[in-house]
């Protein structure tokens, strides 16, 4: 789907206000020359975890080495819904929460120079990301002092008990918060990876 101010309209949101839409409208028109500090916001209720939060200290592991790799606590984007990790949801079942790994750019870049890949490639490869071409990655830019340059991998996905992260303790374990444009860019990533409804594959059915 291509950001023609026709599809934009069409798909952004019903409920922001009107000074909130026409802003979101204006920096999704804008993409994908303005990636930065617009993609976050501090103005969200601090006692609530967003989808596309990033959190501090989140327990991730190689499950193809698990033998030789020690559970690591580090930042993480959340992927799951809003809704769903809301504690005051009842369920009959307790609920995970999803979320993948922030990879700070400069370790990323540092690692790929390590493999017979031209410095043109990485160059090109590093743009492509800066301008969200890669599906299954997005790029989130820097925030100062919160976040570095860094890169999330949509397919590195882990969960845990929903209830483990304390919400009393958000205001020390929350990174950062996806603003409008932020949130849309990363419902629209997450769709084109997992939903991608031109793979054209007939695939019938029993009769």
């Known amino acids: 789907m291509s950001l023609t101010e026709e599809n934009l309209q069409k798909y952004l949101p019903r409920y922001?206000?009107?000074e909130n839409y026409e802003t979101l409208l204006?920096?999704?028109k804008a993409f994908p020359d303005n990636m930065d500090h617009r993609m976050y916001t501090a103005g969200l209720e601090q006692n609530i975890?967003?989808?596309g939060d990033g959190i501090k200290n989140l327990p991730v592991v190689n499950l193809m080495d698990i033998e030789h790799n020690s559970v690591k606590n580090i930042p993480c984007l959340v992927l799951s819904n809003t809704c769903d990790m809301d504690i005051a949801n009842k369920r009959p079942f307790p609920a995970s929460m999803m979320y993948t790994p922030i990879v700070n750019m400069r370790t990323y870049i540092e690692n790929l120079t390590k493999y017979d890949i031209s410095e043109q490639k990485i160059a090109s490869h590093?743009?492509?990301l800066k301008q969200q071409k890669l599906t299954q990655i997005m790029y989130l830019p820097a925030n100062a002092p919160q976040i570095e340059e860094s890169i999330v991998f949509l397919d590195r996905i882990l969960h845990i008990d929903n209830r483990f992260v304390k919400r009393e303790n958000l205001d020390d374990l929350r990174l950062f918060s996806l603003?409008?444009?932020g949130f849309y860019l990363l419902i629209f990533k997450l769709s084109v990876h997992?939903?991608?409804?031109q793979e054209k594959v007939n695939r019938g059915s029993i009769h």
């Open 49 to 51: 975890i967003y989808q």
């Open 126 to 128: 590093i743009e492509a």
């Open 26 to 28: 204006q920096e999704l």
């Open 179 to 181: 603003s409008d444009y």
């Open 16 to 18: 922001l206000s009107a």
């Open 194 to 197: 997992f939903s991608r409804i």
